[in-house]
């Protein structure tokens, strides 16, 4: 069973920084670089969203609009890890962080696996 642990999480000022990690372990029957990696939040009463995502060659990139500028997801498929690098940290940026790992193979079947998630808490 694939397995994400996220890490980094803490309380930080606004303004400030904060580096997430996801480290990946479990493969049986696939590996690493087969899935792309998300990185969703979920505040409190509200849903999560889609926060970053990265290819599984990590070549390509998405962000929401409201971290653009801000994040930057990358990945090294040599040490099975994920990253979110988080700058001017915003009080609105207070959330649980999950990792995430999503593969579709080439018959069609899909594979999604969670992290258990990691708090964020932008305060003065």
């Known amino acids: 069973q694939v397995q994400l642990v996220e890490s980094g999480g803490g309380l930080v000022q606004p303004g400030g920084s904060l580096r997430l990690s996801c480290a990946a372990s479990?493969?049986?029957?696939?590996?690493?670089?087969?899935?792309?990696m998300n990185w969703y939040r979920q505040a409190p009463g509200k849903e999560r969203e889609l926060v970053a995502g990265i290819s599984s060659a990590g070549s390509s990139t998405n962000y929401a609009d409201s971290v653009k500028g801000r994040f930057t997801i990358s990945r090294d498929n040599a040490k099975n890890t994920t990253y979110l690098q988080m700058n001017s940290l915003k009080p609105e940026d207070t959330a649980v962080y999950y990792c995430?790992?999503?593969?579709?193979?080439?018959?069609?079947?899909?594979?999604?696996?969670w992290g258990q998630g990691t708090q964020v808490t932008v305060s003065s």
């Open positions: 479990g493969f049986r029957f696939s590996n690493y670089v087969m899935y792309a």
């Open positions: 995430n790992a999503k593969r579709t193979t080439s018959w069609g079947m899909k594979y999604e696996y």
